[in-house]
């Protein structure tokens, strides 16, 4: 998932020079945290490894984290078992039932649309 997924999200992204995080060419923001000074060695240590530099490394890692995040509790994950039922029933709904028909009365009544 790339960031131009999400609406709202400026669409002219570039990759950077290591070809693994895009830049967006907009305002940039400033994130700041304190860490203890063992988590900024342990961090610093695996950006070296990686040939980053720190903050790029910690903008490279929590926006794979985000990403991972947002796709993980923004999409729904079927079975192809599921999406045939689901599918089905889009193809042929069951009739309304006595409560569906009220939920829709009380929704036309008390919604304007």
Known sequence: ???KDFKGVDRSLEWCHIGTMQVIHSKNARVV???PEQVRRVIQMAADLQGAALNQFLVQSAYKEAQQIVERETLIRLSETQ???VFALLENP???NARLKRAASLFKANVRV
């Open 1 to 3: 998932m790339d960031a």
């Open 33 to 35: 945290a304190r860490v």
């Open 83 to 85: 999406a045939k039922q």
């Open 94 to 96: 069951p009739k309304p």
